[in-house]
């Protein structure tokens, strides 16, 4: 199936400075990337939907100055979390779908999470 | 407003079978998900159902009515390594995934 790599895995930070989250599509191109977000024995909850070429759509409730989305390419994204703080401390994952198969299938492919400290 | 129902956890014996149920109430409906999740890691996709009926992967199945809003992943001969969360999410009429808690899977020996 196709992959979805996450970068990276693990990352702490002090409270105040910015983290990138890299999400990358391997062998295809994802036009559009979803991020989400999960704290612990939650449920994902998505927070925008990236889309290549142009502004990523924001869920309700998510800050879009502080989670910075870019698409730049159809097989990268990034989430930068900005000014992170200790209540940023969360599971990220991404997901895409492969225009190939996943449009019958509907299956999405998730890269393998970014778990965030912010201390 | 939407919803997603399925248990907050079960705990089954290895060899035999489970059923977890999915019950859900959303804006349309363009097809339900189920993913297994092990801890600290990203979900595994498992099933997708857009139709009513019993669609069956190995000793994964997924079951679906529309007309209940009803849903239930079937695992057979349990092992070990099926101790997981697994998660029911379905997409509703603007293409968005609404995602349930998750039930937590225990499998004893």
């Known amino acids: 199936g196709a992959v979805v790599s996450q970068h990276p895995s693990w990352v702490i930070c002090k409270s105040g400075t910015s983290v990138k989250i890299e999400c990358r599509s391997l062998d295809f191109q994802a036009t559009t990337m979803f991020w989400y977000r999960q704290f612990p024995k939650q449920s994902l909850m998505l927070m925008a939907t990236?889309?290549?070429?142009?502004?990523?759509?924001?869920e309700q409730g998510v800050e879009k100055d502080k989670f910075l989305i870019n698409h730049a390419s159809l097989t990268l994204s990034t989430l930068t979390v900005t000014s992170a703080h200790p209540e940023d401390s969360s599971f990220y994952i991404c997901?895409?779908?492969?225009?190939?198969?996943?449009?019958?299938?509907?299956?999405?492919?998730f890269g393998e999470g970014s778990r965030l400290t912010v201390l | 407003g939407q919803n997603i129902d399925q248990p907050t956890e079960m705990t089954a014996t290895e060899g035999a079978i489970v059923q977890i149920n999915c019950t859900y109430q959303?804006?349309?409906?363009?097809?339900l998900f189920w993913y297994q999740q092990h801890a600290g890691e990203a979900p595994t996709f498992l099933s997708y159902n857009v139709l009513d009926g019993l669609e069956e992967k190995g000793r994964f199945s997924s079951f679906l009515s529309r007309s209940i809003g009803y849903s239930y992943l079937l695992l057979k001969e349990l092992q070990m390594k099926d101790s997981a969360s697994y998660l029911c999410?379905?997409?509703?009429?603007?293409?968005?995934?609404?995602w349930g808690a998750g039930t937590k899977l225990i499998i004893k020996p």
């Open positions: 997901s895409a779908r492969d225009p190939a198969t996943g449009v019958d299938t509907g299956e999405l492919f």
């Open positions: 999410a379905v997409m509703d009429s603007n293409y968005q995934l609404i």
């Open positions: 959303t804006s349309g409906f363009n097809g």
């Open positions: 990236s889309n290549e070429g142009s502004k990523a759509t924001y």
